[in-house]
């Protein structure tokens, strides 16, 4: 019995070195032979929902602040000036006297005109109480022939329409004479003189290559700025818009929209834009160049999107729409742009999904094997 036992024994180990020598084989096998490596997990397409949305935006754009009025003074008549009563600086008051000026012929111009009149008046008197001679004669039967009467009248209307018009000549003289007095036609600054006393002056390039005087108002500036094209659209009257000169660094300045041109330029293909400023303790100056914020809030709600959603090709601008897992290009127009956003005009509806990347590579109608909608 005991022998028995030790065979079994035996047979038993050797049954369990078989079985791991089989086991080693087996793992030996496995850690030489190469796995097959797994494909990679495509990411899925990141979509959004459309909605609808206000973008407000802004222009930075230079812009010249010009005097609210300005106007530069001739003499009308050549002459010489007699005496300056202005010069650069002088704030002056509408009808103050500027300037008098000297010319002689004028005089001699008005004592003839005078002399005429006086002629005129003697000979208008003289048919005018020969007429009424005839006239009161005529009333007797036979004393005067109607033709006598009629030529006497004619003679007399004759001679008053030649007073008239020596009246009319000696009045076009002495307001000839009036503009030797040059005066202020408003309120403002004189910002050049050109002459001096003695000075020979006349109508601009007869007389003087430069005018006498340029006046300015400057208590109120217009501020003038072109604006592209593009933002026409969002403008407004009565519009504020802040600005800055570099005169005056760190001050900022308000003023309103008050004119708009209605016509582009036709080289810059702008707008020209004026605003009013008050500058009553005259800190700004007609010339400065401003640098100037237009904000431009947005109206009316339209479909905002990221800009990377906007395909822009040589051939078309597009979104890309995704209907039952499907990619269908939609053409739009794009509007304004900031801070990465966009706005988008075109045969969309509000809970459209569009892809957040959009590229001409992801083809019209080609399918989408997982979405990822963003918030």
């Known amino acids: 019995m005991k022998r028995i036992s030790y065979n079994n024994h035996l047979v038993l180990l050797a049954l369990c070195g078989s079985l791991v020598m089989a086991v080693g084989c087996s793992s030996s096998e496995g850690e030489t032979s190469p796995k097959k490596a797994a494909a990679p997990a495509v990411p899925p397409t990141e979509v959004?929902?459309?909605?609808?949305?206000?973008?407000?935006?802004?222009?930075?754009?230079?812009?010249e602040l010009i005097a609210y009025q300005q106007v530069d003074l001739?003499?009308?008549e050549?002459?010489?000036?007699?005496?300056?009563?202005?010069?650069?600086?002088?704030?002056?008051?509408?009808g103050q006297l500027l300037a008098v000026l000297d010319a002689p012929e004028?005089?001699?111009?008005?004592?003839?005109?005078?002399?005429?009149?006086?002629?005129?008046?003697?000979?208008y008197t003289a048919s005018k109480a020969n007429y009424d001679r005839l006239y009161e004669t005529s009333k007797t039967p036979g004393t005067i022939s109607q033709n006598d009467l009629d030529q006497a009248e004619a003679r007399r209307n004759s001679d008053l329409a030649q007073l008239e018009a020596a009246k009319a000549a000696q009045k076009e003289v002495l307001v000839t004479k009036g503009y030797l007095e040059i005066r202020a036609p408003f309120n403002g600054i004189?910002?050049?003189?050109?002459?001096?006393?003695?000075?020979?002056?006349?109508?601009?390039?007869?007389?003087?290559?430069?005018?006498?005087?340029?006046?300015q108002e400057?208590?109120?500036?217009?501020?003038?700025?072109?604006v592209p094209e593009?933002?026409?659209?969002?403008?407004?009257?009565q519009h504020e818009v802040k600005f800055q000169v570099k005169a005056l660094p760190g001050l900022i300045f308000k003023a309103t929209i008050k004119r708009q041109a209605g016509a582009l330029d036709t080289r810059l293909r702008s707008e020209r834009v004026e605003m009013d400023v008050v500058n009553n303790d005259k800190k700004l100056l007609p010339g400065m160049?401003?640098?100037?914020?237009?904000?431009?809030?947005?109206?009316?709600?339209?479909?905002?999107?990221?800009?990377?959603?906007?395909?822009?090709?040589a051939e078309r601008i597009f979104v890309i729409r995704v209907v039952n897992n499907k990619l269908e290009w939609v053409d739009v127009q794009k509007g304004r742009e900031v801070n990465g956003k966009t706005e988008i005009y075109g045969e969309l509806s509000a809970g459209d999904q569009l892809i957040k990347v959009a590229s001409d590579e992801q083809r019209d109608g080609s399918e989408l094997k997982s979405v990822k909608v963003s918030q």
Do not use: H
């Not at 109508?203 to 005087?213: Q, Y």
């Not at 401003?290 to 906007?310: L, Q, R, W, Y």
């Open 48 to 63: 959004f929902v459309l909605s609808k949305g206000n973008l407000s935006t802004s222009l930075q754009t230079p812009g």
């Open 74 to 76: 001739y003499a009308k």
């Open 78 to 94: 050549n002459s010489f000036v007699k005496k300056l009563y202005a010069d650069i600086g002088s704030e002056v008051r509408e």
């Open 106 to 123: 004028l005089n001699s111009r008005l004592a003839a005109a005078e002399s005429r009149l006086k002629s005129q008046e003697a000979i």
């Open 190 to 215: 004189i910002s050049a003189r050109n002459v001096n006393t003695g000075a020979y002056v006349g109508p601009s390039g007869k007389g003087s290559a430069e005018p006498l005087f340029t006046l």
């Open 218 to 226: 400057q208590k109120r500036l217009r501020l003038v700025v072109s």
């Open 230 to 237: 593009a933002y026409t659209g969002f403008l407004d009257q």
């Open 289 to 313: 160049v401003a640098e100037v914020n237009i904000p431009f809030p947005g109206k009316d709600s339209t479909f905002i999107v990221p800009k990377t959603a906007v395909v822009n090709t």
